[in-house]
């Protein structure tokens, strides 16, 4: 049975804690649009507060996360207990995207180990905290994080996420802008 928080609880931060992958859910206002829905794992997950979360986002293939947090800030965030008592936790909120040159940057890179291929942090503030029973969620046996997607960060180098960046992630599927568009931008003209 489905209980409703007001916050994330001691128990459920326990709980968070123990998972090694969680999903990231957001969605663009219009109806035509593409829903994301994205696992993310490593060490890339923060409680900053009983309704406040934040994550490592990482260089992916797409950028749809922060295109739609730009354009409506509705994220979901979920985790699921593959091994133990079944459980599934839901974190609904209002999510924001912090670049490198924010004024809250360091405070918040600085709670996360440097992982090669970050790109952006994202900020949540989460006003429902939903739990479900779980028991339709197989069981599973962690073996280890994958470390294919930091080896290719690290092969690629700085100008090589740039690059990878610049055809890649300045656009969401649907054609959204995505914060990093701007900001790739606005460095460019100042180097130049």
């Known amino acids: 049975m489905a209980k409703v928080f007001d916050r994330i609880t001691d128990e459920l931060q326990k709980f968070i804690h123990a998972q090694q992958v969680f999903f990231v859910a957001t969605a663009p206002l219009s109806p035509e649009g593409h829903i994301n829905l994205s696992p993310k ?5 923060r409680i900053l ?24 800030q509705r ?8 091994q133990g008592k079944p459980l599934i936790l839901r974190l ?3 999510g924001r995207v912090l670049l490198p040159d924010a004024a809250d940057w360091n405070a ?4 996360f180990p440097a992982i090669p291929g970050t790109r952006q942090i994202i900020v949540a503030e989460i006003d429902r905290v939903q739990t479900s029973c779980g ?6 046996q962690f073996e280890g994080q994958r470390s294919e997607m930091v080896e290719w960060a690290q092969k690629k180098g700085d100008r090589g996420m740039w690059d990878y960046w610049q055809l890649k992630n300045q656009t969401s599927v649907d054609g959204l802008p995505t914060p990093l568009s701007t900001w790739m931008a606005h460095r460019q003209e100042s180097t130049d």
């Open 108 to 111: 918040h890179a600085d709670l």
């Open 75 to 82: 994220i979901t965030l979920m985790f699921c207990a593959f």
């Open 135 to 140: 028991t339709g969620v197989p069981l599973y």
């Open 92 to 94: 609904y909120g209002q």
């Open 41 to 45: 794992g490593l060490d890339s997950f």
């Open 49 to 72: 507060s009983p309704n406040r979360v934040a994550y490592l986002d990482l260089t992916g293939s797409g950028n749809e996360t922060s295109a739609h947090l730009t354009e409506n």
